[in-house]
C-alpha cells in the first residue's frame, strides 16, 4: 500500500521545500574559495544573500580582483552560478514567477493544514505538467463521494490561488 501512495504521489504532485530561487553561491564554491585564500573569510559578500543586481555586481567585482587571476576553472564555475542567480531573480520579480511563489506559498500551508486534520494519503501541490497548476490527489476511503466532496470543501475554504484539478482514487 505504501509503494502505491508514494507512486500516486510521484505522478500527481511536484515535490517541494527546495527553494525557487538561487539567491546565494553554493557551499562547495565558498570552500573552494576559501581554499584559495583564508582571508576572503573577511569578505561577507562571497556568503550573503544576493536580492538585487548591486549584490551581484560587488559579488562579480570580487570574483573578478580576487579569484580570476588564481584559479580560472573556480572562477568560470563561480559566473555561471552568478548567471544563475540573475535569472532566478529575473524570474522572481516577473508575473509569472510571483504567481508560482504564491501557489507555492499555499501549497505549503495547505500542507500542514492537511495534516493537522489526519489527511495523510491526500497530496497537494504543482502540477508536473504545469508549474502555475494545482493538483489535489491521494487515496480516500471506500465511501469515496462523501470523503472526496468533504476534501474538495475544505479545499476551498482554504481559498486556492487557482482552480485546483482533483486526482482522488479509492482506496
Known amino acids: ?18 527553494g525557487l530561487v538561487k ?29 538585487s543586481k548591486g549584490d551581484i555586481k560587488k559579488l562579480r567585482e570580487f570574483l573578478d580582483r580576487e579569484i580570476k587571476q588564481q584559479d580560472d576553472g573556480l572562477y568560470e564555475s563561480c559566473i555561471e552560478e552568478l548567471k544563475e542567480i540573475k535569472d532566478d531573480l529575473n524570474w522572481e ?19 500542514t493544514n492537511a495534516s493537522l486534520l489526519g489527511w495523510e494519503s491526500i497530496f497537494i501541490g504543482r502540477s508536473i505538467i504545469n508549474p502555475k497548476g494545482l493538483n489535489i490527489g491521494g487515496l480516500v476511503r471506500n465511501e469515496k463521494e462523501k470523503e ?10 482554504w481559498a486556492p490561488p487557482v482552480p485546483p484539478r482533483y486526482l482522488l482514487q479509492a482506496e
Open 23 to 51: 539567491k546565494s553561491l553554493s557551499n562547495w564554491l565558498v570552500e573552494e574559495i576559501l581554499d584559495i585564500d583564508e582571508k576572503c573569510e573577511k569578505e561577507p559578500i562571497i556568503r550573503a544573500k544576493l536580492d
Open 93 to 111: 520579480s516577473s508575473k509569472d514567477g510571483k504567481f508560482i511563489q504564491k501557489l507555492e506559498e499555499w501549497v505549503l500551508a495547505t500542507r
Open 1 to 18: 500500500m505504501k509503494k502505491e501512495v508514494e507512486l500516486l504521489k510521484s505522478n500527481t504532485i511536484l515535490f517541494t521545500g527546495i
Open 148 to 157: 472526496a466532496e468533504e476534501i474538495k470543501k475544505q479545499i476551498d475554504l
